[in-house]
């Protein structure tokens, strides 16, 4: 069975610093990932995904994930923090057989001025 | 980009009155729908899958009664809550999976209030 763990519920940086966005996936075979950003009251917005082609993925806003199998991490970076980017983030794996999403349990990014 | 409409995006309601909630593909054809569930400061719970032409499929635990699904047209598909009570207040999210793809594309959300 596939699954996803957001290893922080909270992280905080300052503005202007670099962000990471921690997430260990569990599945059986070649999974597809992806990382989605919710701001609040609003709905999920994209990032990025990785489907099995580059490990190294570019996103929207700056964001960039890496695959590591060796280490089943799909970890969510940035390299300087803004405060348009305080949301909630959630790594997301697709189910094997079906195209169901299983949730982590979400991150929330504060950047503090 | 692939965009997903919500309708409508608040409502409040008296208990025991049904409530329905639209989601639209605006740009892209969805055979596939699904209906999420988040509760505060939670992550999203999916509720049931839809597909058009054929009835929803519901995750465990899902009254497919209380949550009806319809499906009717590649690009609508809608969440009717039956005989709402105070404790399906909720935030219901939609997503619509693009056809010749998996990625999944949401909707803003419905936040639903049942007095």
């Known amino acids: 069975a596939q699954s996803v763990t957001q290893l922080d519920s909270h992280v905080s940086v300052s503005e202007g610093t670099p962000v990471l966005l921690r997430c260990n996936y569990s599945?059986?075979?070649?999974?597809?990932l992806f990382w989605y950003v919710q701001h609040p009251n609003k709905g999920l917005q994209l990032l990025l995904k990785?489907?099995?082609?580059?490990?190294l993925v570019k996103g929207i806003n700056g964001f960039e994930a890496e695959f590591k199998k060796s280490e089943t991490s799909f970890h969510l970076t940035k390299p300087s923090a803004h405060m348009s980017d305080a949301a909630e983030y959630f790594c997301?794996?697709?189910?094997?057989?079906?195209?169901?999403?299983?949730f982590g349990t979400g991150t929330r990014l504060k950047v503090l001025a | 980009g692939a965009v997903v409409s919500q309708h409508p995006s608040r409502v409040i309601c008296k208990s025991g009155t049904s409530v329905k909630i639209e989601c639209r593909s605006l740009?892209?054809?969805?055979?596939?729908m699904f209906w999420y569930r988040q509760f505060p400061k939670q992550s999203l719970m999916l509720m049931a899958t839809?597909?058009?032409?054929?009835?929803?499929?519901?995750e465990q635990g899902v009254e497919k009664d209380k949550f009806l699904i319809n499906h009717a047209s590649l690009t609508l598909s809608t969440l009717t809550v039956t005989s709402a009570h105070p404790e399906d207040s909720s935030f219901y999210i939609c997503?619509?999976?693009?056809?010749?793809?998996?990625?999944?594309?949401f909707g803003p959300g419905t936040r639903l209030l049942v007095l």
């Open positions: 599945s059986s075979y070649s999974p597809s």
């Open positions: 997503s619509a999976r693009e056809d010749n793809g998996e990625t999944q594309y």
């Open positions: 839809s597909n058009e032409g054929s009835k929803a499929t519901y």
């Open positions: 990785y489907t099995s082609a580059a490990t």
């Open positions: 997301v794996v697709r189910t094997s057989g079906t195209y169901k999403y299983i």
């Open positions: 740009d892209f054809q969805a055979t596939t």
